[in-house]
């Protein structure tokens, strides 16, 4: 405990020592441990932003669990927490017992210190694909409990632990009309696509995506009103059933690399200028 306090004063002096502008956007972001007394408003992009007066999901709700607390991760803005609830409830309600829910956004958004690209304006939230056995989860188990993969032959497919409750899971987060996206393994679209015999309109917001096989990744549009918000572009038109079969034929028959493909450039670190300008006022605010 004393390390870890040392560590953490020692990285606030540093970061201090910087003008604001010049820091790594994902250190001064993920060295800040609660949201900024702000009305709630998302700045730029889902992979490009941050986030004032988000606030934390509850650690333990009637019908859900927050994971890996030692993260800080349970922050969102009010409207993604609203999300997260009413799918929990929902999921409760027809008998699964609740959700496990993995990480949205740190306390003021922006980029994490590890593990993802996006989840940085409060609006990106994981919910594991297995249902909630136990609501009264120590912090402990909360750290080591294993998430349970639903996908088999690298995602083609849905493997024996997917049942019509997953579906329902995604079903729901996919009606809410606040969400804007899913992301869930290619192998289990194609199985919602044959198994949906209802309004199949929800499934053009699921979008097939590499991993995912332990979660679904739930994104939610830019709230009403929050003008400094960057929404992505729609899904395009149809169910995108189509488009799940040929990710599918893809991870079976992977077509030959591209020869001519120029290589990928490598990523920097974001620093906090290149962020949208009022993410150092919301570093710097109470």
Known sequence: MIRSIARCLALCLALAALPAEAQRA?????????????PAE?????SRGCAAGLVPLTETGPSWQAVRLSRNRNWGHPELVDVVEKVARHMDRIGWGGIYVGDMSQPRGGPMTSGHASHQIGLDADIWLYPAKDMTLSQRARENLSAISMR??????TNANWTRGQHELVKRAAQDPRTARIFIFPGAKVRMCADETGDRAWLRKVRPWWGHHYHMHVRISCPRGAGGCENQAPPPPGDGCAEA?????????????????????PRRDLEVADLP???????SSR
């Open 26 to 38: 994902k250190d001064a972001f993920g060295a800040v441990r609660a949201g900024s007394q702000q």
């Open 42 to 46: 998302p700045f730029g992009g889902y």
């Open 152 to 157: 088999r032959s690298n995602g083609a497919y």
């Open 245 to 265: 079969v040929q990710w599918v034929n893809n991870i079976l028959n992977p077509p030959p690399p591209d020869p001519n493909a120029p290589p990928s450039a």
């Open 277 to 283: 300008a009022q993410c150092s006022s919301v570093l």
